[in-house]
Nanobody, 124 residues
Framework: QVQLVESGGGLVQTGASLRLSCAAS????????VGWFRQAPGKEREFVAQ????????YYADSVKGRFTISRDTGKSTAYLQMNNLKPEDTAVYYC?????????????????WGQGTQVTVSS
């Protein structure tokens, strides 16, 4: 079993940066993939970024490519999402998730474990 706790959300202006953290406990951190998803009001939860287990390959949604960076500190059992040049359309609740599956996993249905979410609001 895996427990995930996000932090680092907040209210920022357009163009600002934020770094989200996802503290993990339970199962050995390196044995599962970590993904970030977000959900805006009235919209479906959507994929943002992922670090694959094993290879550590990185995957990003087109909407955040070049602005967001996902990383993982295995020693601290913590994943991060560095978000630069934030836009109002990035406003959402951001969720950290874990998947025991390998390779690229962009569907929320492929993730077994979820954090409670952290709110990110970008004002124009």
């Amino acid at each position: 079993q895996v427990q995930l706790v996000e932090s680092g959300g907040g209210l920022v202006q357009t163009g600002a940066s934020l770094r989200l953290s996802c503290a993990a406990s339970g199962r050995t951190f390196s044995t599962y993939a970590v993904g970030w998803f977000r959900q805006a009001p009235g919209k479906e939860r959507e994929f943002v970024a992922q670090i694959a287990r094993g290879s550590g390959a990185l995957y990003y949604a087109d909407s955040v490519k070049g602005r967001f960076t996902i990383s993982r500190d295995t020693g601290k059992s913590t994943a991060y999402l560095q978000m630069n040049n934030l836009k109002p359309e990035d406003t959402a609740v951001y969720y950290c998730a874990g998947s025991s599956r390998n390779w690229r996993q962009t569907s929320r249905h492929m993730y077994e474990w979820w954090g409670q979410g952290t709110q990110v609001t970008v004002s124009s």
